[in-house]
């Protein structure tokens, strides 16, 4: 599978951005698909995931701010973040199947 996000930015706290990831190579129609993200030395953070079903599930840092959903452009999935603080500045990754894709740089100053 073949990922890629886009979509960051850099935004004052209490803003919204919106990801997207967009896939190809999956032989599913609807791949689970994961994304995380990554500050400077750390490892990579579960943000958010959406089954195949359409089950979501939210790391609890991120949980009532952040929505995942299937976009209706074709085999692309958004991460629609809202009320950002400093502390979701990170590079966000998507991921399905043990791939990631190249990130995407998110910033909020305070």
């Known amino acids: 599978v073949q990922l890629q996000a886009s979509g960051g930015g850099s935004v004052q706290a209490g803003e919204s951005l919106r990801l997207s990831c967009t896939y190809s190579g999956s032989s599913a129609s609807y791949p689970p698909i994961n994304w995380y993200r990554q500050t400077p030395g750390n490892q990579r953070d579960f943000v958010a995931a959406i089954g195949g079903s359409g089950m979501t599930l939210y790391a609890p840092s991120v949980e009532g701010r952040f929505t995942i959903g299937r976009a209706d452009a074709k085999n692309t999935v958004f991460l629609q973040m809202n009320d950002l603080k400093p502390e979701d500045t990170a590079v966000y990754y998507c991921?399905?199947?043990?791939?990631y894709g190249q990130g995407t740089l998110v910033t909020v100053s305070s």
């Open positions: 991921n399905s199947a043990g791939q």
